[in-house]
């Protein structure tokens, strides 16, 4: 698949300078082109509340000055409406400039669930056909430094077809110098594990990594993924998703939106669309 143009959704908080500032670290993952998106819903038309395009503006030219340093080719998508409902019209925005993917914000596990049906995150994964990079933005408090985010990228398998998508979304010479691991857990012994992690660690290889390694681990996945991305050197994590439902997923406690409320390392989620984009 293609990671081209990137839609990068912003709501200028200081969260945002973290994300632009991690959009360099993505050049060698094939990004040329970034349309910055920002936009804020009017409570109902003519309300005392003042929504000026000038300051907004002013950021986003900020940003996309350092951008264009970057060597990127950038364009900005302001839209100040009244009547609109925010997720939607972003995705809305990056089909209609035919965006491969979106990058957004995560704050982290607790401000994550205290508002998860109203979290324009969860919600744009939710019903977005493209793949969604998620960036750990930490706090206020808390100001992460992304730096080197496809260095090392963990795939982990259940040998599913949702799995097997995100392995195979990097066919391309441009992951030259990277390193990638494929991490299969099962609660139990499986004759055919081995076999079919080869297979796995083959198609990566075909992608030109430089280096590919295969693991497997009894137990809960949740758990060993974390217990993994901690004892060794992941820069990032890459799985597939069933599609559609991400509030519901959450709820239930699927394994790649566990990852995505907790996890602090970045996570590039791949819908069953995004495979033919």
Known sequence: MKFL?????????????????????????????????????RPYPGGTEK???????????????????SGFDVNIELHIESGIYVP??????ARGIEADWFILGNTGHKRFSQVLLGSVAAEVIQRTEIATLLLRTGTDKDQPEIKKINRHILFPTDFSIHADRAIIAFERELMLNKFATVLHVNRDESEDAERKLKTRLAWLRDANFSEVTGH?????PYREIMKYCSEHDITMIAMGTQGKGFIAELFLGSTSHRIARY?????????????NR
Not at 56 to 66: I, T, V
Not at 264 to 274: D, E, G, M, R
């Open 216 to 220: 497997i681990a009894r137990g809960n």
């Open 51 to 69: 929504f000026e395009r000038g300051p907004f503006l002013e950021k986003l030219e900020k940003y996309r000055d350092f951008l264009d340093e």
């Open 88 to 93: 939607v019209t972003i995705i809305e925005i």
């Open 263 to 275: 996890s602090k390392l970045p996570l590039l989620l791949i819908p069953p669309v995004a495979e």
């Open 5 to 41: 143009h990137a839609a990068v959704a912003l709501d200028l908080s200081p969260a945002s300078e973290i994300i632009v500032n991690a959009l360099p670290e993505l050049k060698d993952f094939g990004l040329k082109k970034i349309t910055l998106i920002t936009v804020i819903a």
